[in-house]
């Protein structure tokens, strides 16, 4: 039961790192582009949350205010895009890693600018419960993380299999010329890549303010997400969940049978044991090198 | 009119000029064909139809559209589709995949009937796929279909550009080299292939090539580039023979020896 009540909220755990990780890996296929600004694009989703439904802000119903601010932190993804993104086009990839970690610092410090630099709690009807079971105790939001990153990946994956814009993104991420000789619109796609991994930095956001208190220092998850993503196999979006869900359960695991500080230190000795036997991630889709 | 015209089109970088004053016309049903020394400008041509590249001066018009106000993603809506001399193609992608991407400017539904695949994704999911084993068919691809391209030898992936240019449903294809790095065997059925898309197909082709052995077999129409200008235009054998094209193949002394040896391959 021990190991049942570690794993699932390991779990939980993972699912928003994995939502994080998938965001990295979102951008890197579609620019090539590390976004290290995705851990606080999440932490800004969760903020947007918190202004439309906590009562001291504007109240709104938890529910309404779901979709608005998916819409709002799409099209804030779509704006850095283009106005500064796309503007970075042919430069130097350590420009652009520089440029994406200012821009996790000038989010981190707007945030704080307008919600305050206190940890807050977003008022989620998620929030709210605990079911036992079996002798496991979880909560409400632990289950609602769970079936919402289920239910995302499985859009995703719709979406990418299935829909001319993700078709058209998977195009656009492997070979640009022989893109826009398809017909596809390279730059507007990559915008709606910005945009669609700021939907789901929103979504993770949402998710990790249901299970806790949430601050301006939140983001920092996203170095762990990144170690997901590395682990998962960067450039692969099923690797990128499993990494994450990888991640989340090593933790609570370490923090159990390992003596006390191993649990900090766990994912990142994963890390670097993957990188040593298996450079390209544990789910990597191509193992063949690149010339 | 015809087709596809150039009308006295410049183009130049920085102080080279690329492509000097050209004028040439492709009518439609034509299989016409660029040809001069490198650095002619042939795939400069190319890429202004394309365009990737916006000429100084003149003006380019397919079919009376002009193209010189469109997008380079826009181009392929007309119904021109290319192939590139050092193939670009999707290499993490099988070969069916590729050719289903071809069929993108041919989809014509919406995000939610895609995703969950129900009202008019289900009949134009159909109907794509036919399309596409069509163009397998006629290529011969069948044993390639679902391997990826990172794999394939160059022979076939030549192939495969061809038939997702093909794939697009277009009414001009251009095709850069379409036999360079081929064996004999295999640019004996590029040959076909050309003619057959030509007649069966109905689809125009404008191509750049150095095999003077498959342009003079292929091609109504020759146009012949030096420096960015015209030299000459005419049927294959005309062109050939052109004092002026042998003169920048060979060089001036070439002229008087090949004066008798008109006709021949260059």
Not at chain 1, 48 to 73: E, K, S, T
Not at chain 2, 116 to 127: C, I, K, N, P, Y
Request: proline share 4%; hydrophobic share 50%.
């Amino acid at each position: 039961m021990e190991f049942m009540q570690l794993l699932l909220s390991g779990l939980a755990n993972g699912c928003v790192y994995g939502l994080v990780a998938l965001g990295f890996v979102l951008i890197y296929k579609a620019t090539e582009a590390v976004n290290f600004a995705q851990g606080d694009f999440m932490m800004l989703g969760a903020f947007v949350m918190l202004g439309l439904v906590n009562p001291q802000y504007m109240g709104m119903n938890f529910w309404l205010a779901v979709p608005i601010a998916l819409l709002i932190m799409g099209a804030l993804g779509y704006l850095l895009d283009l106005t500064v993104l796309r503007h970075m086009f042919g430069q130097n990839q350590t420009a652009i890693v520089i440029l994406t970690i200012a821009l996790g610092f000038v989010i981190r410090f707007v945030t704080g600018a307008i919600w305050g630099h206190e940890p807050v709690n977003l008022h989620s009807p998620l929030a709210l419960g605990d079911i036992r079971a079996f002798g496991v105790v979880l909560s409400l939001a632990d289950i609602a993380v769970i079936i919402v990153t289920v239910i995302m990946t499985m859009l995703l994956w719709q979406f990418f299999q299935r829909t001319k814009l993700g078709l058209a993104m998977q195009a656009a991420s492997q070979n640009q010329m022989a893109a826009y000789y398809m017909g596809i619109p390279v730059k507007r796609v990559q915008g709606a890549v910005w945009a669609l991994a700021g939907m789901v930095a929103c979504v993770a956001g949402i998710l990790y303010a249901s299970k806790g208190s949430l601050d301006i220092s939140a983001g920092f998850i996203g170095i762990k997400a990144f170690a997901a993503a590395v682990i998962g196999g960067f450039g692969s979006l099923p690797g990128a969940l499993m990494g994450g869900l990888i991640v989340g359960v090593i933790e609570p695991f370490a923090a159990r049978y390992l003596p006390p500080g191993y649990s900090q230190i766990a994912p990142y000795a994963l890390l670097i044991l993957v990188l040593i036997f298996r450079p390209h991630g544990l789910f990597a889709q191509v193992r063949t090198k690149k010339v | 009119m015809s087709l596809l015209e150039l009308n006295n089109v410049t183009l130049k970088f920085g102080g080279v000029t690329a492509v000097n004053d050209l004028t040439m016309s492709v009518e439609e049903g034509q299989v016409y064909a660029l040809v001069g020394p490198n650095g002619a400008g042939k795939s400069t041509v190319f890429n202004m139809i394309s365009r990737f590249y916006r000429p100084a001066a003149g003006s380019i018009t397919f079919d009376g559209h002009d193209l010189l106000k469109l997008k380079s993603h826009e181009v392929p809506q007309l119904g021109i589709a290319r192939t590139f001399q050092n193939i670009e193609l999707f290499d993490r992608a099988t070969v069916l995949q590729n050719l289903l991407v071809g069929r993108h400017r041919l989809r014509r539904t919406t995000l939610v009937e895609e995703m969950f695949f129900v009202g008019r994704a289900r009949a134009q999911e159909r109907e794509h796929r036919l399309a596409v084993e069509e163009v397998i068919d006629f290529l011969d691809l069948q044993p390639y279909r679902n391997q990826m391209i990172a794999g394939l030898p160059y022979g076939v992936r030549k192939v495969v550009e061809l038939a997702r240019a093909l794939s697009t449903k277009p009414r001009l294809l251009l095709l850069d080299e379409p036999a360079s790095g081929l064996s004999v065997e295999e640019t004996q059925d590029m040959r076909w292939w050309i003619d057959d898309i030509r007649r069966q197909m109905g689809i125009t082709v404008l191509m750049v090539e150095h095999d003077m052995g498959l342009v003079s077999k292929v091609c109504d129409r020759v146009l012949a580039l030096d420096g960015g200008k015209k030299l000459a235009e005419g049927t294959p054998a005309e062109v050939q023979s052109h004092p002026k094209v042998i003169e920048a193949y060979l060089g001036t002394g070439a002229i008087s020896k090949t004066a008798n040896a008109k006709g021949e391959r260059v």
